[in-house]
């Protein structure tokens, strides 16, 4: 069974970069050929956002209103995929999910990893 | 502000039918499809819906989905407490080339 689990700092100065690991075991990222690899955030208490996805060639796509700052990576030799977000602020704090998804929807979910941005 | 819409919250009694509506443009459930969600806090949010009406193995046939033009329906039969969290709807956007989230909706059992 396909598990995903984030890891990185839970804490994150403002105005420095975040940068995040999504670990994928029980399947490997360069045999799906058919799904994406993505991030997605949490602000608390408020809802859902996209931040980006990635396929097993590195293809990305990113939502327009970061892709000024993210950058989403893969290394299949690893199994892993990655997360940067630069120049963060408090407005970046937020429960971050990596997940695995076809073109249309959501099936596949980390447990999440808060992030805070505070100094 | 969300490009799609949902009502913020939904209540009923158990047993109850309830339904979540999604509302978005032709650029983004118009030409795409419908996803709806779980989330129980401090979880991950579940697939209970996708392709606009099909649902996952394991998933009750207590919840359905429906589309139609620019909405997606999500349906809830025989209420149950344990389906009090909040649900999302999803679809892709070809104007903006973005996955979007509806703003969610609260269920509460009364």
């Known amino acids: 069974q396909l598990q995903l689990q984030e890891s990185g700092p839970g804490l994150v100065k403002p105005s420095e970069t975040l940068s995040l690991t999504c670990t994928v075991s029980g399947g490997s990222i360069s045999g799906s050929n058919n799904f994406y690899w993505a991030w997605i955030r949490q602000p608390p208490g408020k809802g859902l956002e996209w931040i980006g996805s990635?396929?097993?060639?590195?293809?990305?796509w990113y939502h327009p209103s970061l892709k000024s700052r993210v950058t989403i990576s893969v290394d299949t030799s690893k199994n892993q995929f990655y997360l940067k977000v630069r120049s963060v602020s408090a407005a970046d704090t937020a429960v971050f999910y990596c997940?695995?998804?076809?073109?249309?929807?959501?099936?596949?979910w980390g447990q999440g990893l808060l992030v805070a941005v505070s100094s | 502000q969300s490009v799609l819409t949902q009502p913020p919250s939904v209540s009923a009694a158990p047993g109850q039918r309830i339904t979540i509506s999604c509302s978005g443009s032709?650029?983004?459930?118009?030409?795409?499809?419908v996803s709806w969600y779980q989330q129980f806090p401090g979880t991950a949010p579940k697939r209970l819906i996708y392709?606009?009406?099909k649902r996952p193995s394991g998933i009750p046939d207590r919840f359905s989905g429906s589309k139609s033009g620019t909405s997606g329906t999500l349906t809830i039969t025989g209420l149950q407490t344990g389906d009090e969290a909040d649900y999302y709807c999803a679809t892709w956007d070809s104007s903006m080339n973005a996955h979007l989230f509806g703003p969610g909706t609260r269920v509460t059992v009364l």
């Open positions: 997940a695995r998804h076809p073109p249309s929807s959501w099936p596949d």
């Open positions: 392709d606009n009406n």
């Open positions: 990635i396929d097993y060639s590195g293809t990305t």
């Open positions: 032709s650029s983004n459930i118009g030409n795409d499809y």
